[in-house]
């Protein structure tokens, strides 16, 4: 029953900033690691980022690392990206993940929400 759903896509240019969001229902929202990954066409998935059940910690992809933070608000029950100095290469889906127990799966996915960034 626990649902996940994007939000904050668009298109945006080289150079410029965009937030997602992700709501989180159904569930025990801090009881979940909360990560975030995309997806472009003809490629893999690949980890964007993470944060802990509180907060606390925080994991990012070596493409993400000084451009993009995550963050939570258990409040809420949210978790956002905030990115900045985007490049054509951040083009994909994003989609919001979740993972119930620490070490394992993201067995929980939203159904993505589109980035374009043009050049």
Do not use: H
């Amino acid at each position: 029953q626990v649902q996940l759903d994007e939000s904050g896509g668009g298109l945006v240019q080289a150079g410029g900033s965009l937030r997602l969001s992700c709501g989180f229902s159904g569930g025990t929202f801090s009881r979940y690691d909360m990560g975030w990954f995309r997806q472009a066409p003809g490629k893999e998935r690949e980890f964007v980022a993470r944060i802990s059940r509180s907060g606390d910690n925080t994991l990012y992809a070596d493409s993400a690392k000084g451009r993009f933070t995550i963050s939570r608000d258990n409040g809420k029950n949210t978790v956002y990206l905030q990115m900045n100095s985007l490049k054509p290469e951040d083009t994909a889906i994003y989609y919001c993940a979740a993972r119930p127990r620490k070490s394992g799966p993201y067995d929980l996915w939203g159904p993505g929400t589109q980035v374009t960034i043009s050049s």
